[in-house]
């Protein structure tokens, strides 16, 4: 009798993903990995937007709290799996993973860059070391090491200038805001001082005028090789809260309009050997003319879902990568689509200092036939969910009235 003829990778079964995160970067991936039909498990959520899921399977043996790589390896060794792809979906994720055991990296791979190299778009201080360094277009920071660092700035630098700190989701946890504008060296000492105590290190930098409009981003992935296999372009259409806040509206835009941004964007992630996902945050200066990048997230981001359904799906792209196969380049994507998060952008209007209160109507039309962030009719249990808490949270503060 013949032997079996091994199944071609076109026949077998696709390796399931471990999604590690939460949130709306965790329902993005596991709706871009779902609807492709790949088996997944999600870690580290608890929150209904993701349990909500249609495609939500939790991880056997419950979720996983803190992510580090020592409570990561140990879960990894007890699941009865031959292999799976890991997708982290968080700052901290993306560490633990990338400081994996080569044991465990080899049955659990990922498409992530060394612990080195995601250091320098992770850690904000060593970030603004490494833009002064390759000489890339980024705004004034000043990295507060010193106790007296701040004793050289001058007065008037307090009010154009703001604090932000090198671990953005620890700091975020803590204070409940991205960054802070401390408008006068007293009050910068003492927000200084207070996140020191937390251990926490905190920098200034210079605050680029403009409006939400003058946001803008560039979302993709770089393989194994070194090959920018995707790069979506989107701009910022309305944001909340208002300086440092999230989108809540963003259209796709052709990369053609932000050259410079892409230029820059090469140069840093080919500069220090970056592999995997990004999504890199840039503001036009109108003073000089310079797209400035403020940020690289390392890691899948709230809008993943919205570059999948434009066809740049970075999900897909990871797990091949991760596993070793070719990933097909896309060099094109329609343009003039739109992504709204209603709940946040009701919450966006006149929110920007100087800026007028639009009106409701006009707000509400701009979201027909854009796509929503966290409701879509073949997963619509997340959305749903997240409107019934916040209608409910909206009854209680006016019954307190």
């Known amino acids: 009798m013949p032997e079996p003829r091994p199944a071609s990778p076109a026949t077998r079964p696709p390796v399931p993903v471990l999604v590690l995160g939460k949130g709306i970067t965790a329902l ?9 039909g790949f088996p997944l498990y999600v870690a580290g959520a608890g929150d209904d937007l993701v349990t909500g899921s249609r495609w939500y399977r939790p991880l056997p043996g419950g979720r996983l709290e ?49 612990p080195d190299t995601l250091s320098r778009l992770v850690d904000k201080g060593l970030f603004a070391e490494t833009l002064r360094e390759m000489r890339l277009p980024h705004p004034r ?28 989701g620890r700091f975020a946890g803590e204070f409940g805001v991205k960054a802070v504008r401390p408008q006068s060296r007293e ?6 001082a207070k996140a020191r105590e937390k251990g926490l290190e905190l920098m200034l ?11 803008y981003f560039l979302d993709g992935f770089i393989d194994r090789r070194g090959r920018v296999c ?9 944001m909340f809260p208002a300086e440092f806040g999230n989108s809540t509206s963003t259209e796709s835009i052709p990369l053609a309009q ?18 995997g996902v990004f999504s890199g945050e840039f503001k036009l200066d109108e003073r000089d003319g ?16 919205f570059a999948a359904a434009c066809g740049v799906d970075v999900c897909h792209m990871a797990h091949r990568d991760a596993l070793g196969e070719d990933v097909d380049v896309v060099a094109d994507y329609p343009v003039g689509r739109r992504c709204v998060y209603p709940r946040r952008d009701l919450e966006s209007r006149g929110a920007e200092p100087g800026q007028k209160r639009l009106p409701l109507a006009p707000l509400v039309r701009s979201w027909i036939g854009a796509q929503q962030l966290t409701f879509c009719w073949d997963d619509p249990r997340p959305g749903l969910r997240e409107l019934a808490s916040w209608t409910k949270s909206k009854l209680r503060r006016k019954l307190r009235w």
């Not at 930098?205 to 946001?215: C, K, S, V, W």
Request: net charge positive; glycine share 6%; hydrophobic share 45%.
């Open 205 to 215: 930098q210079e605050f680029i005028p403009g409006p939400a409009t003058r946001h």
């Open 230 to 238: 995707g790069m979506f372009a989107r701009r910022r259409l309305r």
């Open 290 to 305: 310079l797209f400035k990048i403020l940020e690289v997230n390392a890691r899948p981001w709230w809008f993943v879902g």
């Open 66 to 114: 803190e992510p580090n790589e020592a409570d990561l390896a140990a879960r990894l060794e007890t699941l009865e799996v031959d292999r799976m792809v890991l997708l982290p979906c968080s700052d901290a994720w993306v560490m633990a993973v990338s400081r994996l055991e080569p044991a465990l990296r080899e049955r659990f791979p990922s498409s992530v860059a060394p």
């Open 187 to 192: 009050r910068a000492m003492d927000l200084v």
């Open 28 to 36: 993005g991936v596991v709706r871009a990995l779902g609807r492709r």
């Open 141 to 168: 920071t000043l990295l507060l090491r010193e106790a007296d660092a701040l004793a050289a700035v001058p007065e008037e630098s307090f009010r154009s200038f703001f604090l932000k700190p090198a671990n953005s």
């Open 258 to 275: 932000v050259r410079g941004a892409e230029e820059t964007m090469r140069s840093l992630l080919g500069g220090i050997g970056y592999r």
